[in-house]
């Protein structure tokens, strides 16, 4: 089990910046990748950052230049710096692990870890 608690969104001014942070805890030395995905009203959540054990970096085209993922595997900690905001990057920001185990009879099987989100609005 993986538990991912997400801090830091709130309301900001258009062409400010954020700083996002997801903690994770539990089960987290087989994390294949962590990232942080966005739902906005009315819209499907989709993809913003993510990161993968080997570091493999993979950015929305729509943040390209302004977000930045990191994480800190010491402390188990991913974070988004979220530069030039735009009122279109409004939503909740949701951190998300996918994380192997392993079975007996299954071998390895891949979860996948939400956390509670945190929510982004961007005054215009």
């Known amino acids: 089990q993986v538990q991912l608690v997400e801090s830091g969104g709130g309301l900001v001014q258009a062409g400010g910046s954020l700083r996002l942070s997801c903690v994770a805890s539990?089960?987290?030395?087989?994390?294949?990748?962590i990232g942080w995905y966005r739902q906005a009203p009315g819209k499907q959540r989709e993809l913003v950052a993510s990161i993968t054990s080997s570091d493999r970096t993979d950015y929305a085209d729509f943040v390209k230049g302004r977000f930045t993922i990191d994480r800190d595997n010491g402390r188990n900690t991913l974070s988004l710096q979220m530069n030039n905001l735009r009122r279109e990057d409004t939503a909740v920001y949701y951190c998300r692990a996918l994380v192997s185990s392993w079975f007996p009879g299954a071998g390895d099987v891949e979860s996948d870890y939400w956390g509670q989100g945190t929510q982004v609005t961007v005054l215009s």
């Open positions: 539990g089960s987290t030395s087989s994390m294949n990748s």
